[in-house]
Structures are given as structure tokens and as C-alpha cells.
């Protein structure tokens, strides 16, 4: 996995909760339905059976790849409307462009991250660039929905292009995993996100047989999504693998370890860490649209189908 890593990590500020932080219990482990999205990758569906109230503020994840594309199959997505919401799309291996209807857009790849506050709306379009469909290779990301706020769902659309070298980089005491803060904060140390919703995301990596206990705050919630590998969590050691959810209960800090062999396609444990204060408000969402109720996800549709949310651009000669 390329994502931004280092050679030594103890040269890295270290992470250690308070001696007095309860740990987090595990409420629940879920395994990720597999499936199609756009114009047929593969994903995961990372949150699929996990009750809501435990994913507020975020709304959905989805693991993109990992896959191997021979050359003309890497896909995308075709252009379609979003409003109410936030995406952020993190490149693990290889390279996607954006583009939308007001402009915006640009290339990320390894170890990039793309916002997107859709907020009041916007058409988008995601898709591999030509050179890797003619050359095929490695695919791999996440694609992470994150709600906002009645009073910012019709915010103007921006953007956050976060370069992999901007991610703040941590380690454990001892030096057995590397935590990529992506956005929020994590033991005061903050990642280059700007959130409308306080949310923290880390990309960890644990060495075989390492463990780690972080800080965690304790009005956020906490999710654990196995990107590679094998290892347990919380104090009582779930076992969890690729493709599994770790919903962790209220507390101070929350533990991850890594199993002492792992297989010889991925030799570390790799973990996504999620948590956000809940927004508890009313939730409409169909489709592209995540709206407070049923009246404005009626709007969303018909502002959309008579071209308020934009219109695809037309192609350069």
C-alpha cells in the first residue's frame, strides 16, 4: 500500500491515551456485503447492517477495490447529482480524475484525499484517467459519505484537494504502527481536513504482532473498517479481517492489534478509524440525496431533473 508511509517510525510524535481513559467495549462486528458501484468496480459495502445510530454522522463507506485491472477495464463513475452531504474520497493505490459541473475537480492518487461538500448541489463525475484504462493496474480507495447539518446542507459546494504529504503523521509508543491523520485531530495532533461535522479519520498501519491504544473523544462514536489483514479489537479481542466493521461502545480509548502472522499479499494489519459527533437530526437520504425530510429530497430530485444542480459540461475539441 503506498499510501504516505515512513521509514522509521519513531522518528514520528507517539500517541498514548491518558492512564485514566476507559477503554471503548465492542459492541458489534459486521462483515461487508461485496458488490458493483458506478459502471461496475467492485466495492465493499462497509457499513451495511450496522444501526445507524452508532454510523451518525457518517452515512456510508464503501471500499473501492482492491483489483487488478487488465488493460481497458478500469472503470468509474457516469456524471450524477449529489446534495446534503460530504464525500471523501482517499486513493490508496493508483489514480482517479474528478470533475464536476461548476469547474471543480482534479487528479488524486496514492495517499491523496478529495472532499467534496456537495452541500446545496452539484453534478460529478469520477473515472480513471485514460493512461491507467489503456495500461490497466492496481485500484484501490475508499469512498466515505459524511452527513451535514440541517443549517449547512445548502452551504455552497467546495473543495478540499489533501495532498498525501500534508497528512499528519503518528506512532505508537513504540513505534509498531503508523497513524495517517487525515482529518480531525487525534491526541491534539490535527489532520489537514477542514469538517463542518467534527469528525476524526486515521488510516492506521500495525507491524505484525503490534497493538496500539489510542485517545479517542468521548462524544465522538467510534468505527474500526479493516482495509488488509488480520487482528483483534478492544480489550476482549474481537478477531477481525479485511472487509469486517468494528462499532466500539462509549470510553477514552479504544484498542487495536495485529495478528502475529498475516498472509504474503498483505504483511500488515491496515485499519481505517472513524469517529464524529452525532448530528442527531431527522435523516431523508435516496439515492445521491441526503436531506432532512421527504419535502426536500422531493426538491433535491426536481431541482435536478430541470438543471439547478448544473449541467454537464460540454467536451473540448
Not at 110 to 119: I, K, L, R
Request: proline content about 9%; glycine content about 12%; cysteine-free.
Amino acid at each position: 500500500m503506498p499510501a504516505v508511509t515512513v521509514e522509521n517510525p519513531l522518528t514520528l510524535p507517539r500517541v498514548a491515551p491518558p492512564a485514566d481513559a476507559a477503554p471503548r467495549p465492542v459492541l458489534a462486528v459486521t462483515t461487508a456485503p461485496s458488490g458493483f458501484e458506478g459502471e461496475g468496480f467492485p466495492v465493499r459495502r462497509a457499513f451495511a447492517g450496522i444501526d445507524y445510530k452508532y454510523l451518525d454522522p457518517f452515512i456510508m463507506m464503501d471500499q473501492m477495490g482492491e483489483v487488478e485491472y487488465q488493460p481497458g477495464e478500469p472503470k468509474g463513475t457516469p456524471w450524477h447529482p449529489h446534495r446534503g452531504f460530504e464525500t471523501v474520497t482517499y486513493i490508496i493505490d493508483g489514480i482517479f480524475d474528478h470533475q464536476d459541473s461548476q469547474g471543480g475537480g482534479g487528479t488524486i492518487t496514492n495517499g491523496d484525499t478529495q472532499w467534496m461538500t456537495a452541500g446545496s448541489g452539484l453534478l460529478h463525475i469520477e473515472a480513471p484517467p485514460e493512461q491507467l484504462v489503456v495500461s490497466g493496474g492496481l485500484f484501490h480507495g475508499l469512498q466515505l459519505w459524511v452527513n451535514l447539518p440541517a443549517a449547512d446542507k445548502m452551504m455552497a459546494p467546495r473543495y478540499q484537494d489533501i495532498r498525501s504529504g500534508s497528512v499528519q503523521l503518528l506512532t505508537s509508543p513504540d513505534g509498531g504502527a503508523l497513524l495517517r491523520v487525515i482529518a480531525g485531530e487525534l491526541d491534539g495532533h490535527e489532520g489537514p481536513g477542514i469538517t463542518h461535522t467534527p469528525i476524526t479519520m486515521v488510516h492506521a498501519t500495525l507491524a505484525p504482532g503490534a497493538e496500539v491504544t489510542l485517545p479517542w473523544r468521548e462524544e465522538f462514536n467510534g468505527l474500526a473498517y479493516v482495509l488488509a489483514g488480520r487482528g483483534s479489537v478492544g480489550a476482549e479481542r474481537r478477531p477481525v479481517h479485511l472487509g469486517q466493521t468494528a462499532v466500539f461502545g462509549t470510553g477514552g480509548s479504544l484498542t487495536l492489534r495485529a495478528d502475529e502472522k498475516q498472509d504474503a499479499h498483505t504483511p500488515d494489519l491496515e485499519v481505517v478509524l472513524l469517529g464524529g459527533r452525532p448530528i442527531r437530526e431527522p435523516m431523508a437520504h435516496y439515492g445521491p440525496f441526503v436531506m432532512n425530510t421527504r419535502e426536500e429530497l422531493q426538491q433535491a430530485f426536481e431541482d435536478f431533473q430541470k438543471g439547478r444542480l448544473g449541467t454537464v459540461p460540454v467536451p473540448h475539441t
